[in-house]
Structures are given as structure tokens and as C-alpha cells.
């Protein structure tokens, strides 16, 4: 291994070096780039060469050893030259790979919103802001096209076109990055989901056509009227490509419909489509201007990028083409009809379906084929009257809760009389479901009719809900809770009281890591206690129960109890508790591998003068940068986070509805790290915040008729709107 350092004082102007791997194996030499093109210094301070022995197995090099004079914060270039051995492949062929090291104390996070960036610079070592520093926004080769001062951390400005790289400078300290593609400073590599499309496809302009048909089925030769429209996509802008050019084919027709294209980018045409199918397909093609001579503009961008146009041409060819696919088929009337009963026993948990058909001779579809079929799916219960309480069970500590759907099915053979029945079981559940029953029945003509019709199927003549005061709740303190029992329609219970029981868990983790450095991963072993169980009666008035929390953590409350059948019903809901915990092997949050971190808000709906209140499930003690986003970055503050002090409070005014997302950023410095890794742990997580836009809603009160109204008539319908 060749090391070479490229000291902050010997810094001239940047030139870029691609690193990658080389290989003459091949018949022609070939070069991969990496996922991070860092630019290289040039002003080489010192070299050494190193043997490395090839037996498999890591060797740490000691970069402070090597070059002992070299200042704390430097930056390397190594290269790894080897030649392969005989019984591996081609005797004597030789591979080179190369990789830049920065050694720095600076981090860098960034945000971009159209030609804005919001960039945070903080310090490794202790997690702080960095008060003073500079932003360097440079080009292809290294050259500084603009400046940004940075002050507490922060630094804003206009992202100008041609940035390619990030440098952060603090004395005679700095850290450089590419503007995409960068590895995070933390110990695991935070990779986008495209990751495996080039810099030159994220970034060229493309262009997407949206098509609309008027039905969902059609005979042969009916006309089905598309509509669509075309936008080109550019980061953030959106634009109406110009269009020289845009044809239609129907499948089963070659001949091409010319389509009109209007200045707003949308366009219509009719076509009767001939062949029968479920996907017959209606395609589109277009011609932009600028197409016949490269100046589109995408193959203008491409050009200006200096890539090949063969390595994006499938993308250049999709985006100028659109297909739909319409439902075409032959229409015949039916020859029987059928004639479904069902009976539903909730208490025995099963379900019979009796299926007739007769043709509308009279004559009964004799041995006709039938299948039945079950689907049945969770349908919660939201009565009017308790709009805040939870009926269903939808959430468990470690544990899914009832399936929320299954689905059966069974085939069969009418009898003489074109009679048929079955039984389905019903799957075990403890709350309401819907059920949908279907028959399909199959003549000897091969014709076939299909009847279905849904159900509501109640687990129990009574339901309980819980209503928690506070969803978060500190330690020491008591979680206030109310609870209710309504009938199956939703309404308050009249009847007697119902026997029930609260029981409130804990979850908490015991954390480990196993392996070492980026091959190490985190795995968390929940736990889970009974805090409190209790025998409580609950009407259709609400009542309430005080139950004390003295442990942080999420918390579960189960409000489970039978109606005078017997027959279960269950209701749960979740709160957090927060505060410092005593024991190291009992975490009150999940210590999530990577970059994420849990993020819970105190309500669904917040109103303007409201104060937001978000729960950081930080496992550490950390500096986290807060920031409030729509369009860009609105506002922004920095805050302490402790596993006792876990809030953020974000005041909420008119001007943030009908809504923000909150990022989080969250550092914890480096020295903090037991694994003695010098690598700080970096965490972020997002959660929209919904602010209901009071002073904007309209009330609207609507009069129309209150018979029913026969085909052709008129219908008065008026209304009045308020502020």
C-alpha cells in the first residue's frame, strides 16, 4: 500500500481525482467508480509504502505512526497495488484500488430545497455547533464558486448550478464531500433507495406523461375517451415541455392517431379499440423540441454533464413514450340469476351461504359449478358520540394483534334443483369485522354469474373504549385514564355495567452490539411487565382510573372484559412514559442500527397557539438540531437531548397551517462511544405535524331534497356558506 498526506498548508487550488479500481485481468482494462468521488489536494507533504500480507484477514494501519509529524487534521490518498496469484486467474495480472481518508473533528449536514441549501456544521468530538466556520461550495474541479459563512452551526444561501462538492473550514481544519452520493461520518454508510442510478439519471430533467380514460370497461368499438397531460420534472421544478410531435396506436392497429398537444400540456383523442382483452394497450409517443439535434432539455443536461448519451438512452427513449391499458370485452346478457341467503352465528364464530340459481326460463341451473368465497377484514368501531376513544385492539407490545384479514374459498356442484350451501368458520377475533360473501356459478354454457354482499359481524353485544388524558406522561406521575362501554350500534351503553379488566405493561430493551466496526450491528431484547392490573365496571357514562407510572418506556393499556354471552371484547391504546432510567440493561427505548431514531408527537391535530409536543426516543445523551420544514427550511433551533430530558416543544402559530415536518438531527460526540471507534453515532428521523387552518374554514350547510328522485327530474339543491 502506497499513503500519501496532503497537508491543510500545503492546500492549493483543487483539482478532482475519480478514484476506482483498476484491473488488466479483462481483455480491456476496465474502471469502476466508487460511490463517493472526494476530491484529492494536491501538495503531497509525505509517502509510504507498506506490505500488506495477503492472507484474508484485516491489517490496521497506523496512519499517526506512519507520519508522526503530520498536524491532527489531514487527509490521505491510499492506494493498494497487488498482483494476483497463479491459481486465482490470470497469472501475474495486477489490481490497483484507491480511497481517501479525511482525518477531521468537523461534520457536515445538509439540506437542499430547489436552488436553496441549509447546511449544519458541528464539531465530532463534542457534538456542538461549530460557532464559527465557512462553507465552501466548489465545482467539478475543486474551484470555489461561493462562499457561506457559517454562525452557530448554521449556513444558508443559494446552491448554485455546477456544485459539486461541500468543503467546511474551521481554522486549520477541514472537511470535504461530495454534494451526492456521500458516506455519512457514521460507522454504517447511509445509501438512498436509488442507489443503483447514476449521478447523471438523478440529475438530467424527465419528462412524464399521466393518461386518464372516461370507463373501466368497453365493448369492441366503443369509443373510450383519454385525456392526459405532460410535465417535465427538474429537482423541484416543474415545467410543460414543449412538444413537437405526440402519435397514438391501439393495440390490433398499427395505425397511428395523430394527437393534438394544447399550451398547457394536456391532450385528448378517441379511439375504438377492436381487440377483446383485459390489457389492451393504447400507446403514446412524443417528439420534443430540440430531439433531431440534441438540444432538448435533457440531452442538453446530458451534454453538460460531459456523459455518454448511450448510458441513458433507455431513460431518454421512456420518457418520450406512455402506454394505457383499457378493459375491452364482448358483452352477454345473463341467462340465470342468483339468489344468495346467508346466516351468521357471531357466538359459534361461523358463517353459512345458500346459493340459488334459476334461469329466467324458470329451469333451475342443475349441476351448475359454484365457488364460495370468504374474505373478512378488521372494521373498527368510531361511534360519534366518544369521537376520542379507542374500541379495537390495534397495537400489542412485541406481538401482532388479530389478523386484520383472511380470506377462504371452497368449490362445489349444485344439486338438481340448483341449490347449494356452505359453512365458512369465521377466524377467532376480538373486535368487529366485515365480512364479504360471494357466490359464482357456472351454467353448462359456460356462462357464469357472480352475487356478493357484505356484512358487519360483531364480536360481542358491547364494546369498551380507553381514552388517554395525556400521551405522554412523566415519571412519578399517574397516566389518567377514561373508559366506556357502548353497544354494537356505537351508542352508550344502557344496560347494566359490564365486568372488565384495565392491565397497563411496560416495554423496555436490554441493547447490545456484536461484531466489530461497519460489520457490527445492534439487537435489542424486549421486555415486557405488568405495571398494574385492575377489576373495573364501565358504562356508558365514562369513568375514569388512575394508574401510577414509575418507569420510562412505552406503556400499553388492555381494557378486555365479556357481554352477557360470554363473548370477548378487547380495546387497546399506547402512551410513553418519560424520565431517566436507573438500570443500564433496561432501556426504555429500541436502540435502532443505522441512521434512525423514534419520533412521537403528543396529538393527531394541533391547533394555531398550540404547542407541539415531540417525544425523542433517544437511547443517549445528544445534541440534536431541530428543524421546521415546508418548502425549504422555515425555522430552526438546536437542543440537548438526555434519556431524562427527551421533549422538544415546537409553538405552533397561524402561519404553520395546515402543516409542517419536523426533521430531527441528532449527534452524540464521539468521546461518548464505549466501542472506541472515534466515530460520533448520528441519528435522524421526520414527522409531519398537522395544523388545522382555523381561521380559513368555511362552514357549509347543504338543503337538498328529501324524497327520492325518479331518472330525468329536476333537483333543487341549494346551500349556504359561512366564515
Not at 448510458?311 to 352477454?332: C, G, M
Request: one cysteine or more; proline letters at 5%.
Amino acid at each position: 500500500a502506497k499513503v500519501l498526506a496532503a497537508f491543510r498548508e500545503l492546500y492549493t487550488p483543487a483539482k478532482v481525482l475519480e478514484l476506482g479500481e483498476y484491473s488488466d485481468e479483462a481483455d480491456e482494462a476496465k474502471k469502476h467508480p466508487t460511490i463517493f468521488p472526494v476530491q484529492l489536494l494536491p501538495g503531497v507533504a509525505e509517502s509510504v509504502e507498506v506490505d500488506i500480507p495477503c492472507d484474508s484477514e484485516p491489517h490496521d494501519i497506523k496512519l499517526g505512526e506512519l507520519f508522526p509529524q503530520a498536524p491532527e487534521s489531514s487527509m490521505y490518498f491510499m492506494e493498494v497495488n497487488g498482483t494476483l496469484v497463479p491459481d486465482l486467474g490470470k497469472p501475474g495480472a495486477k489490481y490497483a484500488n484507491q480511497g481517501i481518508i479525511q482525518v477531521t473533528d468537523l461534520g457536515l449536514m445538509w439540506k437542499e430545497s430547489r436552488d436553496k441549501i441549509f447546511a449544519y456544521g458541528y464539531r465530532l468530538s463534542d457534538a456542538k455547533a461549530l460557532e464559527h466556520g465557512t462553507l465552501l461550495l466548489q465545482d467539478k474541479d475543486g474551484d470555489t464558486i461561493a462562499t457561506l459563512d457559517v454562525q452557530n452551526g448554521i449556513a444558508e444561501g443559494t446552491l448554485l448550478k455546477g456544485t459539486c462538492f461541500l468543503q467546511l473550514v474551521s481554522g486549520d481544519d477541514c472537511y470535504t464531500v461530495a454534494l451526492k452520493d456521500a458516506k455519512s461520518q457514521n460507522d454504517t454508510t447511509q445509501l438512498t433507495g436509488d442507489f443503483w442510478v447514476s449521478e447523471v439519471e438523478r440529475s438530467m430533467p424527465r419528462t412524464e406523461t399521466f393518461l386518464f380514460a372516461d370507463r373501466s370497461l368497453y365493448r369492441p368499438g366503443e369509443t373510450a375517451h383519454i385525456k392526459g397531460y405532460v410535465r417535465t420534472f427538474t429537482g423541484d421544478e416543474v415545467s410543460i415541455p414543449e412538444i413537437t410531435s405526440l402519435t397514438a396506436t391501439v393495440e390490433g392497429d398499427n395505425t397511428p392517431i395523430k394527437v393534438d398537444v394544447q399550451p398547457d400540456g394536456s391532450f385528448a383523442v378517441d379511439v375504438q379499440p377492436t381487440t377483446v382483452g383485459s390489457f389492451v394497450e393504447v400507446s403514446f409517443k412524443m417528439v420534443q423540441a430540440g430531439d433531431g439535434n440534441g438540444t432538448s432539455p435533457d440531452m442538453a443536461a446530458v451534454k453538460a454533464m460531459g456523459a455518454d448519451m448511450k448510458d441513458v438512452q433507455y431513460k431518454l427513449d421512456n420518457s418520450r413514450t406512455a402506454t394505457i391499458n383499457l378493459n375491452v370485452q364482448e358483452f352477454h346478457r345473463d341467462e340465470f340469476e342468483l339468489k344468495q341467503a346467508l346466516t351468521v352465528d357471531s357466538g359459534a364464530q361461523w358463517v353459512e351461504i345458500a346459493t340459488d340459481a334459476t334461469g329466467f326460463n324458470g329451469a333451475p341451473v342443475a349441476n351448475g359449478s359454484v365457488v364460495w368465497e370468504l374474505r373478512q377484514e378488521k372494521a373498527d368501531l368510531y361511534p360519534d358520540a366518544f369521537p376520542s376513544f379507542q374500541f379495537s385492539d390495534d397495537d400489542t407490545l412485541g406481538e401482532r394483534p388479530d389478523s386484520e384479514s383472511a380470506f377462504a374459498g371452497s368449490t362445489a356442484k349444485l344439486d338438481g334443483k340448483g341449490h347449494g350451501a356452505h359453512r365458512f368458520d369465521l377466524a377467532a377475533a376480538s373486535g368487529r369485522r366485515q365480512i364479504t360473501v360471494g357466490s359464482t356459478v357456472t351454467n353448462a354454457n359456460g356462462r357464469s354469474v357472480r352475487f356478493a354482499e357484505r356484512r358487519i359481524v360483531d364480536s360481542s353485544s358491547v364494546y369498551g373504549g380507553i381514552r388517554i388524558a395525556n400521551r405522554i406522561v412523566e415519571k412519578g406521575q399517574n397516566a389518567e385514564i377514561s373508559l366506556v362501554a357502548v353497544d354494537a350500534e356505537g351508542n352508550a351503553l344502557a344496560s347494566a355495567p359490564v365486568n372488565a379488566k384495565v392491565k397497563v405493561e411496560r416495554q423496555s430493551f436490554r441493547s447490545y452490539r456484536f461484531g466489530l466496526g461497519s460489520t457490527s450491528a445492534a439487537r435489542n431484547v424486549p421486555r415486557v411487565q405488568t405495571v398494574a392490573e385492575q377489576d373495573v365496571q364501565i358504562t356508558g357514562t365514562p369513568s375514569g382510573v388512575s394508574i401510577p407510572v414509575a418507569h420510562p418506556g412505552k406503556h400499553l393499556v388492555t381494557l378486555e372484559g365479556t357481554d352477557a354471552q360470554g363473548r370477548t371484547f378487547k380495546a387497546t391504546q399506547d402512551f410513553y412514559v418519560i424520565g431517566e432510567h436507573e438500570l443500564e440493561e433496561d432501556i426504555p427505548w429500541e436502540f435502532r442500527y443505522g441512521g434512525g431514531i423514534g419520533l412521537v408527537r403528543d396529538k393527531d391535530v394541533y391547533k394555531p397557539g398550540d404547542t407541539a409536543h415531540l417525544l425523542v426516543q433517544s437511547p443517549v445523551d445528544a445534541e440534536a438540531l431541530i428543524t421546521l420544514e415546508r418548502d425549504g427550511v422555515v425555522r430552526h433551533f438546536t437542543q440537548h437531548i438526555s434519556a431524562a430530558h427527551p421533549m422538544v416543544d415546537i409553538p405552533l402559530t397561524e402561519a404553520d397551517a395546515p402543516g409542517l415536518s419536523v426533521g430531527l438531527f441528532l449527534v452524540q460526540d464521539a468521546s461518548a462511544r464505549k466501542d472506541g471507534s472515534g466515530l460520533p453515532i448520528i441519528k435522524t428521523a421526520e414527522i409531519p405535524l398537522r395544523v388545522d387552518p382555523v381561521s380559513k374554514r368555511l362552514a357549509v350547510e347543504l338543503d337538498k331534497p328529501a324524497s327520492p328522485q325518479l331518472p330525468g327530474a329536476t333537483a333543487r339543491v341549494s346551500g349556504v356558506v359561512k366564515d
